[in-house]
């Protein structure tokens, strides 16, 4: 029989209290006062959805969506499946085509601890964007818009003197107020409607917009038109020009009868290669002559009637030089002119410039769009400060100011996306 001497026995003791420890920590336990294994982290969860979206064609829309928890990751679908290296907290699709209405987009957020999807949230494709910069469209889906406008300080309205000036920056300027009579301060009209009065809004945010207006004789019309230096009387941005082609003239008023005219206009320092035209042409002609700027690529930014006789401006783009527009004039008095407005947007047009139609004081809106493009565009018409703030934080941006001096003066303005 063998003995087990002292040192065998604590060899044995201590062996096995190896393998015990090592067996408790295998286990999930402390073992030999090991430390605690990390738990998972909490599954995530969601605590604000992706919203629906409705953005215009050629624009990108945007969704997002917020969740709790730790050491998150994001994987985003469309109409369930998943999309490329979309994996961030927020989603921005590529510019939209019509033929993505209808998409929807999940956002799943996972851990180690799960997983969780959000609800779906759609996409809806409406009428086509202009092209990012371009000054032709009275800022219609434009950066300065889309995204809301008009908050970052109170609006200016006053009526231009003779031979004078104002510009600010940044800033929009909507067209002149068109409407029948005659203005109520000077200058006085010829009897043609009033078209003097503006309205320009602080932009909130970084903007390269300016808005100017300025006013001269008639006799100096053609010539300040081409004008290779700023006119007399601007306040501030004197390095505005409206013959620049970093401008856009968005309103105009002929009045030879008192041997005056205006102008008003939206300038960017980063827009480049717009070149002017002007034609004047009677009634009778009007369409024919809008028809011809459309087909030659040109946009009706501003039209003004006097002595039985239209006067419009058109502009080309240097960016946009093949791009066939359809073109068309609307003339309805002061009172029914939203809904005529309200009518050329169902049919797919923007309002690219208004003005007096004729010596009774009826207003002429001129609508735009790419040819065969019909799809409706959102419109609305607003009388009121608090309608004017409300669809300016939903993007829509002024086409068109409204004044019926008949009803005293009641301003209406015209909005599209």
Known sequence: MSRVTRAQRSTRWCVAALFVATAVAACGGSGMGNSPATPPPAAPAITAQPMNQSVPMGLAATYA?????????YQWQRDGAPIAGA?????VTPPTAFADTGATFTATVSNAGGSVSSTPASLTVTARAPAGGDLRFQQVDAPSTVNG??????????GLIARGGLSSSPALGTAFEVGAGNCAVPPVTDGTGCEWFLTETPLSGASDLAVAYASDTFDN???????????????GLSQLMASSPQSVINALDTEPGSNLFAVGFVYSPQASGFSLTRQTVAPADLQAALTEAGAASRVVTAISYNSGLLTFLAYGWQA?????????????SPADAPDAAAALAAQGYIITATGIANSAGDVLLVGTRVQGDTLARPFKSAGSQSEYAQLEAAGY???????????????TYLYER
């Open 65 to 73: 969506v917020t969740a709790t928890g730790s050491q998150l990751l």
């Open 87 to 91: 994996v961030g907290s927020t989603y």
């Open 149 to 158: 406008w008009g908050n970052a300080g109170v609006a200016l309205s006053t």
């Open 221 to 235: 019309f053609a010539a300040d038109l081409e004008a290779s230096s700023p006119w007399p009387g601007f306040m």
């Open 320 to 332: 946009d030089g093949a791009t066939v527009y359809d073109a068309t004039a609307v003339i309805a």
């Open 397 to 411: 941006a002024v086409v068109g100011v409204i004044d019926n001096l008949a009803l005293a003066r009641s301003f």
